[in-house]
DNA sequence: CTCATTTTTGAGAGTTCTCTCATTTATGGA
DNA sequence: TCCATAAATGAGAGAACTCTCAAAAATGAG
């Protein structure tokens, strides 16, 4: 699933422009992973792709810009990914303990990503935006079924994209955790109307591999 | 309660070394509000103050020496007032409920505190462990008093210091709402334990004011 | 292979801060 | 009030980046 260069792989065919244009995103997801989104600079950006300073800005305008761009890669990525293990998967319930776990897993293993997600919550709404609508249609779903008694709006979506990252962060620091994994999914299902002993039971009756 | 110069006000008779002290301290979190902990400057700062850039290094040592004064003291300040209006509540529940809503009015009302708390919490170990240990206080009394159900460390006050964060943060872009403010109550109490119902009517009953 | 076109290059101009220090100004105890 | 001491000042050296552009190199269609 996932790898260093996850975009550039894929570009072996593309021409020079679409070429140098990937190896500038996958450099980015790298360097925000080493220093964070704030310290990320345009220079470590080019360097750490092998590239000189001045080739940056024929791709991009400015470093929003290729944030932007990269983060909603990996989002994007995440997401792929995470709809496709859920095929089959019909339950709100099992659907929000999968997808949890596996993106929180993905973020941590991947540490690139995590650090590009955690960074595009803070950081670009729009991007934001996007993760909170993933979140939102599994929950939309639970209420469909009657198994979740929420009200979802914006707010709400902010608690549980709380919850969420603030597992990843720790995770990041710390090393990855199956038990803090487990937990955040047990809390997002306590803020979805569950109680302590059905938030634990579902999560180990869901939870992948 | 609070003001716009709440160091420098209580500064009157002291020396003027003090006096200049607080006087950056105060304009610090006025930057802080205006700009957020990542972009305040050095020069904002004296700026703001009235004072030289220079002056500056008479004080502090760098950036990061002022904003951990400037959020200890304010973080000291909110549990001050906090803790004084909990000082004859002895339930847990109602303890919870009660700092959790005083804590979020004070930083969205006084928008300044808020944007230096959310700023610590991100940047500041030192302060986000102070602030996380406040917060344990009344959860290890609602176990003591049997009325909370979770296993307290670490990872469980990271989780309810996020959700805090989250409503503070929202309710500073979007303006003071106090049902945000019971609804981030009832999350909390959600992850301790409760279930909605239990939540919502231990809200409605210890709600100050 | 050729060569018009596209892309890369990297030196450097411009910007924005931080931090220093010789000098000026203010403070407050006697 | 006086004046030794403490504090404030602000110009400028230096560091760290961003962004530009004329020149050099690479690309890929024919």
Redesign the pocket.
Known sequence: MSSQALFRDRSKG????????L?LIDSTVEVIAQKGMD????????EH???????????F???DEILTEAAQRIAVEMAREIDNEMRTVDSAVARMVTATTRAIRMAVSESAWGAVIIGALQHLPSVRGDILQFLKADLQRGIDQDLFDIELDEFFLDQIASLLAASIRTQIDTGPDPVKTARTCENILRLCGFTRAKAQKAVAAHTPE
């Open positions: 593309l021409p020079k422009r679409d070429r140098t244009r190896a310290l990320a600079k345009i220079s470590d950006i080019t792709a092998g590239l000189a300073n001045g080739t940056f800005y024929n791709h305008a400015d470093k």
